[in-house]
């Protein structure tokens, strides 16, 4: 009986020694052993991870890698992205930390433009034309069918709308390009969710509407009636009633300015912006009544067109015209910038079409056109689209070479009397006389969107939350130039200007002063005592006149009083309070 229960405790014994793990309790010896049962080394082994990385190393050692260094990236899609050029201005050998941080945003914008043009591949949607085969002209294709031919929800982007008792319509497209406003000449206003075909908001203001624009987001629109301008919500309330702007004809949204540039019958151009309610600017063009607007979407440029056939550039930091451009022999009829801000198109009462380099401000092309053109529109990929009477015809590379026949053409049931491409959409929406009419125009739109800049399914939380972000990125009206470039350069006549002027409050002529030349480090940073101490140094050279004639004016006047007081043989500094008793 005592053997055999002997023999089970050996057992489990052998049992429990198995289920352990490399390490176990050696009963012979007080130390603590690794490995398996049996073994007599007491250090740790080699870690298996680290035999098995030096394997691979060299079952590879003799091997070619398959792809050495980065992968190419297309010209084309690199050229696409291209933003500036490296830096060539010449810099002072001395200054080697300004070479520094020059080389090092040149190497970090071309990793920018690299990672972009490589992400290029990764953009989900292409853009794609019409075309026609040998013997046909896209130009004669319906609109009917190209919504046969496509698929079911692009079909549903052509459309309708029969609104003949208020018309003719103006229209504008928000800037995600899913909300659309439709103003009507005879009062009638309404805006739409035009995709899901969802009213919004309709209202009639009993007044006449000269033009509509959506402001910053889909919930605010501003509305140009007969005497003053209005804001609304998209529920139709009225929100502010601005008597300031009277008579506006034509209006345009500055989206990263929050400014609503207003051009009115009486000759004045006026900002406002919206985000504080406040009058930025307001300009008397001195050229007679407004009604030819559009704006630069690249440096935030008004254009305006004048029945003398000129067409004028303004910025509101400017009471003068930017520039004065003579394009028609006479009067504008509409002018259109494309998103690049390279080229502008412009039609007037002469029947001309004519495009412009707004780089260089001289003609590229010009066009005759039977009729003329009332309307013009550009789209995201350089489509134009023109107006004459009841016809719409859209034209494909205007700029770039002499274009013969249209794109497509499409005709409407009453004169147009407003024209705009929809954003990322291949839409083109047309206002006349009866109402609206939602055109499809394959390879208009843009294909890709920034979600973070316009995002067309945004929630209203990300809306929200994009209003902020926006509302704190918000540039001054004071930037808008003529070259968005000059914001990086430095004014060197007006700095200098600047420190003549500071100098001249503090009493002394700026010229007769040395130039201080600050000692180059070259190891380290200043510390903040250095340049503290610096600061003083200019500040006593800039006094160092005035310090210099105070101290000799002190010094004038105290050898005059020594003088008097020697002439009279009484010192001061003899006196004593018995002295009043001689």
């Keep these: 009986m005592a053997a055999a229960e002997e023999e089970v405790v050996k057992k489990s014994h052998v049992v429990k020694k198995r289920k352990s793990v490399g390490r176990y309790w050696n009963e012979n010896e007080d130390k603590i052993r690794y490995g398996k049962q049996g073994a007599v080394a007491d250090e740790k082994p080699r870690n298996p991870a680290k035999r098995r990385k030096k394997f691979h190393k060299k079952s590879i050692s003799g091997k ?3 792809f050495p260094g980065p992968a190419p990236i297309p010209a084309a899609s690199l050229q696409k992205y291209t933003r500036k050029g490296k830096t060539n201005q010449k810099i002072n050998e001395d200054h080697t930390k300004l070479k520094e941080a020059i080389a090092r945003s040149d190497e970090a914008s071309e990793m ?6 490589r992400f290029d591949l990764l953009l989900p949607e292409e853009a794609g034309f019409i075309e026609g085969d040998e013997d046909e002209d896209t130009c004669t294709i319906s609109q009917q069918d190209i919504a046969d031919a496509v698929d079911i929800s692009s079909g549903t982007k052509h459309f309708d709308l029969d609104l003949s008792q208020f018309g003719p319509y103006r229209l ?11 103003g009507g000449k005879r009062g009638h206003l309404a805006c739409i969710d035009w995709q899901s075909k969802q009213l919004m908001c309709e209202i009639n203001v009993m007044e006449t509407i000269t033009d509509v624009r959506w402001l ?25 009633c601005i008597r ?42 001195k050229a007679g009544r407004l009604d030819v607007m559009c704006q630069n979407p690249n440096n935030a440029i008004i254009h305006l067109g004048h029945p ?13 015209a930017l520039v004065k451009m003579l394009c028609h022999h006479g009067g504008l009829r509409s002018v259109a910038v494309d998103k690049t801000g390279t080229y502008m198109v412009t039609s007037g009462m002469d029947k001309k079409l004519k495009v412009f380099d707004v780089r260089t401000f001289r003609p590229i092309n010009s066009y005759f056109l039977p009729a003329g053109a009332s309307c013009l529109s550009l789209s995201q990929r350089g489509l134009l689209s023109a107006a004459t009477g009841d016809v719409v015809q859209v034209y494909k590379d205007v700029w770039s070479s002499q274009v013969v026949k249209p794109y497509l053409a499409h005709r409407v049931q009453a004169a147009a009397w407003g024209l705009q491409f929809c954003p990322f959409e291949d839409v ?24 973070l800049d316009s995002n067309p399914y945004r929630n209203a939380k990300q809306r929200q939350e994009w209003e902020v972000k926006a509302l704190l990125e918000k540039l001054q009206p004071e930037l808008i130039s003529l070259d968005p470039t000059q914001l990086g350069k430095v004014d060197l006549a007006t700095f200098q200007q ?34 503290e101490r610096r600061k003083k140094k200019v500040a006593d050279i800039d006094l160092r006149d005035l310090i210099v004639q105070s101290m000799e004016d002190k010094k004038k006047i105290a050898e005059e009083r020594k003088a008097k007081e020697t002439k009279m043989g009484v010192f001061a500094s003899h006196k004593s309070a018995l002295d009043r008793f001689k």
Excluded: C
Excluded at 266 to 277: A, H, K, M
Excluded at 499 to 516: I, M, N, S, T, Y
């Design 498 to 531: 600047r420190h003549q002027d500071r100098v001249q409050a503090l009493g002394f002529d700026p010229l007769a002063r040395e130039k201080f030349v600050p000692r180059n480090k070259k190891k380290g940073r200043s510390s903040a005592g250095n340049l």
């Design 308 to 320: 003398n056939g000129t067409v004028t550039l303004w910025s509101p930091s400017q009471k003068e």
């Design 172 to 182: 504008d497209y928000n800037k995600t390009g899913r909300h659309l406003l439709l």
């Design 428 to 451: 083109l929406g047309i206002g006349h006389g009866k109402g609206f009419t939602s055109m499809l125009v394959p390879g208009a739109g843009e294909p890709n969107f920034d979600a």
């Design 112 to 117: 920018a433009e690299k990672q972009a043009a």
């Design 244 to 285: 300031k702007f009277n008579d506006v004809l034509r209006m345009q949204f500055l989206p990263y300015h929050f400014l609503l540039a207003t051009a009115s019958a009486t000759g004045f151009l006026q900002y406002l912006d919206v985000s504080v309610g406040k009058e930025v600017a307001a300009i008397s063009t």
């Design 216 to 240: 910053h987001t889909e919930t605010m629109f501003a509305v140009a009636q007969k005497k003053w301008l209005y804001i609304y919500d998209s529920n139709g309330i009225e929100l502010h």
């Design 64 to 66: 070619q890698d398959a």
